[in-house]
């Protein structure tokens, strides 16, 4: 056998204790899909526990596609994701997992850069949409690159602004006007707005915003708030525009198979890979997905077997997943972690967001409690905690894992010492939280208002505080005329609830507890003097949060 050359030796050695020292990563975030849809708490669900609101609304919408049985949706939900089931048998499932907004783009933001966005004023997707994640904003996949990690996203980036190349082009050639773009499209936004349609704008990422400019070496995805489950014309590859799709290929199967190649190629070359995978499944309208997803499921509602067919087909990519990790025997040396950027839409298909009350948009623990399961065998703590975690301690938590600098300054606590059992208590003891209290994408409660698809911009703040079991409520008011059944508006509203007794927050305690208002206002208080003002609206409801919480 021939010796190999020192520096070969040098190479090889340095490239094993890489691969030794730094587990790979995989981080799935689910789009819109509530509590209730995961197989780990729905299991524990009975039929009582899901809003009577949410049935009623359910039986309005889709009793002609079959009968509302809530024992055979919650058994649906129970065992739509086999492979994830697998894995949460082997993990750490927290019951108190926040997002740190119950809208995408500012959730998404606040994972990737283990921060509260409202630290730069991101209180909705607009503010997202328009500005992107700073550029002095460090992004999660940023330090792990720069210790050795081959990191990818696939699917759903949308924490980007859009390329204006495309306007500049379609404003010139298209509608024959001279540059610079008139900051309000001298009225020819109809026009423009049809010849930006023939182009990839709409899922574009903006130079030095891209996910190749933010840390990642592939990307496979779009950057926008959805896609098309069929026949998508507006995919991205790297910086190239990929093919449109051939008729009949379901996306969730297409971002499956990228995320496996991925992960194949990494360990293929010897190489810890960070995987951020956003897949599409259950954002924006349901299409029928293929027959063998379907065909498992027997709820009795047509819809219902569509929905939970989706999460059966992202689970196949789950399996596919794993079964590559086992090939290449790196199951022990992977940390795996599962959420979503915010609670269910406004499909109000049951279990929902069970046991929570309210979904998207709101501030209520359905818009903001997702899903929290984290597994790597023999070094996560295996069982169900109720620690208060933010999806801001995921960066933290997989930099500390991968041995990468963690910012300073960030808003994320790392949640390893917990997990691998060196502290009894995560890092937590309360959280704050403020974004917009809207009914636009969630089931509308009477007080809430009839349904209004351009209320975002309009509607209240709120803000609360979780300190152990008491959540402190604070919203501002609806404005006149903004719902047609709220003519006159809606007032302000302080609201405290104990979450382990009232976890639906039927029961105001305010009233009956002075004190902890006062306490838990003043947290309230510390946190949006830290936060900046809302970028592009319902500024003045935030000054009106920080004045009636001064103490």
Not at 31 to 48: F, S
Request: glycine share 8%.
């Amino acid at each position: 056998m021939k010796s190999l050359p020192l520096v070969a030796l040098i190479v090889l050695t340095s490239v094993c204790v890489l691969r030794a020292d730094r587990p790979n990563v995989i981080f799935i975030v689910l789009d819109d899909v509530g509590l209730g849809w995961i197989p780990p708490y729905a299991q524990h669900l009975t039929p009582e526990q899901i809003e009577p609101e949410i049935a009623e609304k359910y039986r309005q919408n889709q009793g002609h596609q079959g009968a509302i049985d809530l024992q055979a949706h919650i058994k649906a939900a129970s065992e739509c994701m086999p492979e994830l089931s697998k894995l949460s048998n082997n993990a750490a499932i927290f019951n108190r997992a926040f997002a740190t907004a119950a809208l995408c783009g500012p959730s998404r933001a606040g994972i990737l850069t283990g921060s509260f966005q409202q630290s730069w004023g991101a209180y909705r997707n607009k503010d997202v949409d328009d500005f992107g994640i700073p550029a002095d904003r460090v992004v999660l996949a940023e330090p792990l690159k720069a210790v050795g990690y081959r990191t990818g996203v696939v699917g759903k980036w949308h924490v980007a602004q859009q390329d204006f190349r495309y306007v500049e082009d379609a404003w010139v050639n298209d509608l024959g006007q001279e540059l610079p773009v008139h900051e309000h499209y001298n009225g020819l936004w109809p026009q423009l707005s049809e010849a930006l349609k023939e182009t990839p704008w709409k899922t574009s990422s903006k130079p030095g915003q891209h996910p190749l400019d933010r840390g990642f070496d592939y990307y496979f995805g779009y950057n926008s708030y959805d896609d098309q489950d069929y026949n998508s014309r507006t995919l991205w590859e790297g910086h190239e525009l990929y093919p449109p799709r051939p008729k009949g290929e379901f996306l969730t199967d297409l971002f499956n198979e990228k995320a496996v190649h991925f992960i194949d190629d990494a360990l293929t070359d010897d190489q810890p890979f960070f995987l951020y995978y956003a897949p599409k499944t259950l954002h924006g309208g349901i299409r029928r997905p293929p027959e063998h997803y379907i065909e498992k499921f027997n709820t009795g509602n047509r819809f219902t077997d569509l929905y939970a067919g989706h999460l059966l087909a992202l689970d196949d990519g789950i399996g596919k997943i794993m079964s590559t990790l086992r090939k290449h025997g790196e199951v022990n040396n992977t940390l795996f972690i599962f959420s979503a950027d915010n609670g269910c839409t406004l499909y109000n298909v049951p279990p929902y967001n069970a046991p929570n009350r309210g979904g998207k948009g709101t501030g209520w623990l359905g818009g903001l409690n997702v899903p929290l399961i984290i597994s790597q065998p023999g070094k996560v703590v295996v069982g169900v905690n109720d620690e208060i975690a933010s999806l801001a301690d995921i960066m933290p938590t997989v930099l500390e894992t991968a041995g990468a600098e963690i910012p300073a300054g960030i808003d994320g606590k790392s949640l390893l010492p917990y997990l691998t059992g060196h502290t009894k208590e995560g890092p937590r003891d309360s959280l704050s939280i403020a974004s917009i209290q809207s009914s636009r994408w969630s089931y509308c409660y009477e007080a809430n208002g009839e349904n209004n698809k351009q209320d975002a911009g309009q509607v209240p703040l709120y803000a609360w505080h979780l300190k152990g079991d008491d959540l402190l409520m604070l919203t501002t008011e609806v404005s006149p005329g903004l719902y047609q059944n709220l003519p006159d508006g809606y007032p302000a509203q302080t609201l405290l609830f104990n979450i382990r007794e009232d976890r639906p927050q039927r029961v105001d305690a305010a009233p009956s507890y002075p004190e902890k208002v006062e306490a838990l206002s003043g947290k309230i208080h510390e946190y949006l003097s830290e936060m900046e003002v809302p970028i592009s609206s319902q500024q003045e409801d935030y000054r009106k949060l920080l004045k009636r919480t001064m103490p």
